[in-house]
């Protein structure tokens, strides 16, 4: 079975800092990654995502994130956050040759001014 | 995002109402996806439609029912709801067997009274 694991429920920072979410995952096949963002009243919005290849992936508005297999992890990371990168942020695992997605619980970033 | 949306926007209903939660995708996309977010919850996957037709379907009360009239269009019939099934309903659309990766609409917050 697989399942996705996000440590951190909130990750408060200052405005312009650089933030890291952590994403862990289990799985005994071969996976897609994902990372989601949803702002307030909103659905879910592709930020990145790994398939095959390189495994640093960049994304849209600065984030990027890194597959690093031995750890199974799949970290999401900005070097200077805005006010407007305030979100909820989800990790999901796509199971290959599926087109399901299983998801984290979610990271609440909130960035300060 | 305008590729997928969703009517109506928000829902108040009583336990003894029966509505319809409407989603449409403009991707061109083949399957589609009805989710249930819940506060402090992972995503819940409740129906899935691959070329119209339901492949899965998790557990979910017969108080939910999806209708699938083509690949464009998703349904969700809603009757004698209770209370807990207050949440933010979010509909998605995929192309089947390419990549994993879904859309997702802006959702319907839905309060049960």
């Known amino acids: 079975a697989q399942s996705v694991t996000q440590l951190d429920s909130q990750v408060p920072v200052f405005e312009e800092a650089p933030v890291e979410l952590r994403c862990n995952y289990s799985s005994s096949v071969s996976v897609y990654l994902f990372w989601y963002v949803q702002y307030p009243n909103q659905g879910l919005q592709l930020l990145l995502k790994?398939?095959?290849?390189?495994?640093l992936v960049k994304g849209i508005n600065g984030f990027e994130a890194e597959f690093n297999k031995s750890q199974t992890s799949f970290h999401l990371r900005k070097p200077s956050v805005h006010i407007s990168d305030t979100a909820e942020y989800f990790c999901?695992?796509?199971?290959?040759?599926?087109?399901?997605?299983?998801f984290g619980t979610g990271t609440r970033l909130q960035v300060f001014p | 995002e305008t590729g997928v949306t969703q009517t109506p926007r928000h829902l108040v209903m009583g336990m003894t109402n029966k509505k319809s939660l409407k989603c449409e995708q403009h991707l061109g996309h083949n399957a589609m996806y009805w989710y249930k977010q819940s506060a402090k919850k992972p995503l819940e996957l409740m129906f899935v439609y691959s070329l119209e037709e339901r492949v899965e379907n998790n557990s979910v009360p017969s108080r939910f029912s999806p209708e699938c009239p083509n690949s464009s269009h998703l349904f969700l019939h809603l009757h004698t709801l209770q209370p807990e099934d207050s949440a933010l309903y979010l509909c998605?659309?995929?192309?089947?067997?390419?990549?994993?990766?879904?859309?997702f609409g802006p959702g319907t917050r839905l309060t049960v009274l």
């Open positions: 998605a659309s995929s192309q089947e067997g390419y990549e994993g990766t879904q859309y």
């Open positions: 999901a695992v796509g199971i290959r040759d599926t087109d399901k997605l299983i």
């Open positions: 790994y398939l095959s290849g390189s495994t």
